[in-house]
T-cell receptor, first 111, second 109 residues
Framework: DSGVTQTPKHLITATGQRVTLRCSPR?????VYWYQQSLDQGLQFLIQ???????AKGNILERFSAQQFPDLHSELNLSSLELGDSALYFC??????????FGPGTRLTVL | KNEVEQSPQNLTAQEGEFITINCSYS?????LHWLQQHPGGGIVSLFM???GKKKHGRLIATINIQEKHSSLHITASHPRDSAVYIC???????????FGTGTRLQVTL
């Protein structure tokens, strides 16, 4: 158990819909990273937050947004969903060392 | 060309065999990570390296910064080692990771 929690584990929705994925980092970790793992693109970095502020952006679509709240949990919002958004979405947290601890992932299926 | 290349893509070994997975990268890095992804999807961090060699149980990871190459070795492989092994590099920009495509390892009895 990495100490990082993600909900829900599975999400099935339809094209055009909006969903919110939630991540709680390890206790005391200030950094949260979001990654997408799809069959055709592999693992890709989406966005990073540190103590409530956006720190880095990767290949994140404009239809996607994220935020980190004062209690350090983070949410990834995906809107106007397309079939190609079906993927595993991981969050990871990092403390003072550089190791990232991954959550169990949310499997999103867009039908 | 991907910034992080792994080989082989797929690997089948018999229990007890010595296994090597290779990772080459083309960018400057502050650290390299080896990750293990189980069939259920969960990702576990195995090693983080910035130089030299690290060992944990039957796993050994090495890195050569000059050659931009890292290897992950598994000694006395076991069926429970069956997983996808992923190399990822930290370019130092916010410590975000760039990933290789993974090596799928299957260890049979």
């Amino acid at each position: 158990d990495s100490g990082v929690t993600q909900t829900p584990k599975h999400l099935i929705t339809a094209t055009g819909q909006r969903v919110t994925l939630r991540c709680s980092p390890r206790s005391g970790d200030l950094s949260v990273y979001w990654y997408q793992q799809s069959l055709d693109q592999g693992l890709q970095f989406l966005i990073q937050y540190y103590n409530g502020e956006e720190r880095a952006k990767g290949n994140i679509l404009e239809r996607f947004s994220a935020q980190q709240f004062p209690d350090l949990h983070s949410e990834l919002n995906l809107s106007s969903l397309e079939l190609g958004d079906s993927a595993l979405y991981f969050c990871a947290s990092r403390g003072t060392a550089d190791t990232q601890y991954f959550g169990p992932g949310t499997r999103l299926t867009v039908l | 060309k991907n910034e992080v290349e792994q080989s082989p893509q797929n690997l089948t070994a018999q229990e007890g065999e010595f296994i090597t997975i290779n990772c080459s990268y083309s960018v400057g890095i502050s650290a390299l990570h080896w990750l293990q992804q189980h069939p259920g999807g969960g990702i576990v961090s195995l090693f983080m390296l910035s130089s030299g060699k690290k060992k944990h149980g039957r796993l050994i990871a090495t890195i050569n910064i000059q050659e931009k190459h890292s290897s992950l070795h598994i000694t006395a492989s076991h069926p429970r080692d069956s997983a996808v092994y992923i190399c990822a590099v930290d370019t130092g920009t916010a410590s975000k990771l760039t990933f290789g495509t993974g090596t799928r390892l299957q260890v049979t009895l």
